[in-house]
């Protein structure tokens, strides 16, 4: 646990998986007006967060799994998160592990057409050099934005990842979400490409996505 001033960082524990279901739709709705999750589970905001709640709790492993979040608390109550993850450890399909653990153990399965429409992503998806440290999943709650919650999480997740041998740090966005890139490139990121398709911008209503690199 690392305490700043007004905050603190701490892992993601069994308690914060409704927050962290929150984090992981919100990140990948960015500013569309579906994301991911949306065309995979589709239903009301209720529904897919019940969902994805039951998803960061599998034993299964994969990026959407709980103890790679950590997350900024403001007087005890979850305000910011993110994740960090090697692609060769948690990434790639084993996401397909986990969404069978809970059709298996709760009955919801992702609907097959929003699937195919959700999976038009993997046309834009960055391309990562072996080893990097991948950052996903990042998200503040509206009230407590403009704190420096996600500077100081960036910070800590990418101190994780030195210490596990990392030596680069990536992360995505969809373009458009200039605020975003913005605030990563504060933090020493810059673009190293961008990947644009039109099957993905049909259905997410974004040209691509950009991907982001810094030494760590």
Not at 42 to 62: C, M, N, S, W
Not at 141 to 157: H, M, N, S, Y
């Amino acid at each position: 646990m690392t305490a700043t001033t007004g905050f603190q960082i701490v892992e993601a524990q069994p308690k914060h998986a409704a927050f962290v279901a929150w984090v992981i739709l919100t990140a990948f709705r960015s500013h569309l007006e579906r994301g991911f999750w949306d065309f995979m589970r589709p239903g009301t905001d209720e529904e897919i967060l019940r969902y994805l709640e039951a998803l960061t709790t599998t034993k299964a492993v994969h990026w959407a799994q709980l103890p790679l979040f950590i997350i900024a608390e403001v007087d005890g109550e979850p305000a910011a998160a993110l994740s960090g993850y090697f692609e060769e450890e948690h990434g790639g399909m084993r996401l397909g592990d986990g969404i069978a653990e809970v059709a298996e153990g709760t009955g919801q399965k992702p609907d097959p057409e929003g699937v195919k429409r959700a999976l038009t992503v993997l046309n834009v998806a960055p391309e990562h050099v072996p080893g990097a440290w991948i950052i996903e999943d990042v998200a503040t709650r509206p009230e407590f934005r403009r704190r420096g919650l996600v500077d100081a999480l960036l910070q800590e997740i990418m101190e994780r990842g030195r210490k596990r041998g990392a030596t680069v740090s990536d992360i995505g966005v969809f373009i458009g979400n200039d605020s975003a890139q913005k605030a990563y490139e504060k933090v020493g990121y810059v673009v190293v490409g961008e990947k644009r398709h039109p099957e993905f911008e049909a259905v997410y209503k974004s040209p691509g996505v950009r991907a982001l690199r810094r030494a760590i």
